[in-house]
């Protein structure tokens, strides 16, 4: 599982981090103690160097008296090593250059080993100095620091005061332990805190999976309950966008599909009808049942000129719903657009005794579209309402925003006024076609909208708005 892949990859490089930080900081604190210890050593040397340099037994036990103020001088000199032999947590020993008998604290230079020989050459030199190392003359490994101790000025004895590494190495084996303890404690408190902070990253990870898993199997429209503002929110999102959207998509495809299918049975039915007619006509021209050629021919025209606009409108109508087909745009005068729309429906407008009104409030108003298209649209609707008028009137009025085509209509339902731009749409007089489909089709190819109303003076008013 990725949790338990997370969380090792987690524990392993903590564990790394920490071994890595354990050792830098034991070497650092080492050192550091290691320098403290030093200068601690250093300072009570020097103050030991100095309480000897001031003492009066020094003089006196270097012969500056004769005879019993020697020998007293030498018991107070050893008197005072004795007392801070007692008192000290420290070995020391005072190294003259001059050959002597040797006793616990006072030795000749030449009695020393190497090292030790190295730091009192650099008290007699009048520096102080130190260095760890294994004693021969302790027996152990030791931190030794030498000073020198003057006597009127004059440098007399160096000074080596010595401490045992191992209580240095106590110390910081305890600080080492204390510290060990410290980060065992913060590694476990790390370890709970990366389960549960794993864990509230994978659980969305795993809520996601599924869903995507519901997707693959074709569940569509499924969503996840991932809420979080972050990347992983924005990724749960996403996957619900999608998850939506292709629910729509196939909705839209099963929808178009059905509309294919139903377009094909719709175009099928009203081809039947002129092919019937003509069939039946030239049947009966051939049994000699009709035996006037003249009204043969007028009715087979009348069917051949229905299936010849009813192949126009079809390829028309599908030209429009082809993305691909392109449209030319350029700047129109609505007025104008208008004005020809009407002049082409005069012929039909006086044959049937149909009055067109016709107002404009602003002649100037102007759109960008597609003339042929735009003309065809409008004489449309200029045709349908010439055609199913009641009281032989249409008014057309021309607004900045929209063009609104109106005229008195019988009893017509809402539900026929929805259905009126659907193709092979047959209202209450029978008729049925195309027209008001592919004006729908022009108007949505123009991102203009077509709508159709009616209001309580049982007038359709078709509404073309432009914005």
């Not at 020993?93 to 050959?99: F, I, M, R, T």
């Not at 490994?141 to 030498?146: D, F, L, P, S």
């Not at 719709?266 to 039946?280: F, N, Q, S, Y």
């Not at 002649?363 to 009641?390: E, F, H, K, P, V």
Request: hydrophobic share 40%.
């Amino acid at each position: 599982m990725i949790r338990n892949k997370l969380s090792i990859f987690i524990i392993v490089f903590l564990l790394l981090f920490s071994a890595v930080l354990t050792l830098l900081f034991y070497n650092s604190y080492k050192q550091s103690y290691t320098e403290r210890y030093v200068d601690s050593l250093t300072r009570q040397a020097s103050l030991i160097s100095e309480a000897l340099s001031n003492s009066e037994s020094m003089n006196m036990s270097r012969g500056n008296g004769v005879g019993r103020g020697q020998g007293k001088g030498m018991s107070m000199f050893y008197g005072i090593l004795s007392v801070l032999d007692r008192t000290l947590e420290a070995d020391f020993y005072l190294v003259s250059q001059e050959a002597f008998v040797s006793s616990r604290h006072l030795y000749s230079f030449d009695e020393l080993d190497k090292e030790g020989q190295l730091l009192a050459e650099q008290a007699f030199l009048g520096k102080s100095a130190y260095q760890i190392y294994e004693s021969k003359m302790l027996s152990q490994n030791t931190i030794a620091v030498a000073v020198p101790v003057f006597e009127e000025n004059n440098i007399s004895y160096a000074l080596l005061f010595n401490r045992n590494v191992d209580s240095v190495d106590k110390e910081l084996e305890s600080v080492y332990r204390t510290f060990l303890l410290a980060l065992g404690i913060a590694l476990v408190l790390g370890l709970v805190a990366i389960r549960i902070i794993a864990g509230k990253i994978v659980r969305p990870v795993q809520d996601m999976e599924k869903i995507t898993e519901e997707i693959r199997k074709g569940n569509l429209g499924v969503s996840t309950k991932v809420n979080s503002k972050d990347e992983i929110g924005n990724l749960a999102k996403n996957i619900n966008i999608m998850s939506k959207k292709l629910l729509e998509d196939r909705e839209a495809q099963l929808d178009e599909e059905q509309r294919r299918r139903n377009f094909i049975a719709d175009i099928a039915h009203e081809l039947k009808t002129p092919v019937a007619v003509m069939r039946g006509t030239t049947e009966a021209v051939k049994d000699g049942v009709l035996s006037n050629m003249p009204e043969a021919f007028d009715i087979m025209a009348g069917q051949i000129s229905h299936l010849d606009k009813l192949v126009t409108d079809l390829l028309s109508l599908s030209k429009l719903q082809n993305m691909n087909f392109e449209i030319k745009k350029e700047k129109l005068s609505l007025y104008q657009l208008v004005s020809d729309a009407i002049r082409s429906q005069r012929i039909l407008a006086n044959k049937k005794q149909v009055e067109i009104e016709f107002k404009a409030e602003d002649i100037q108003a102007s759109l960008i579209g597609d003339y042929s298209l735009l003309s065809r649209l409008i004489s449309i609707l200029i045709n349908n309402a010439i055609n199913y008028t009641a009281d032989k009137h249409v008014h057309i009025h021309l607004k900045k925003d929209n063009l609104n085509i109106k005229n008195k209509a019988d009893n017509i339902a809402q539900k026929e006024i929805d259905d009126l731009f659907k193709r092979f749409h047959k209202g209450n007089t029978g008729a049925n076609g195309l027209g008001l489909a592919i004006a729908k089709e022009i108007a949505q190819r123009h991102d203009f909208k077509l709508s159709a109303d009616m209001n309580d003076k049982q007038e359709i008013i078709f509404t073309l708005s432009f914005s």
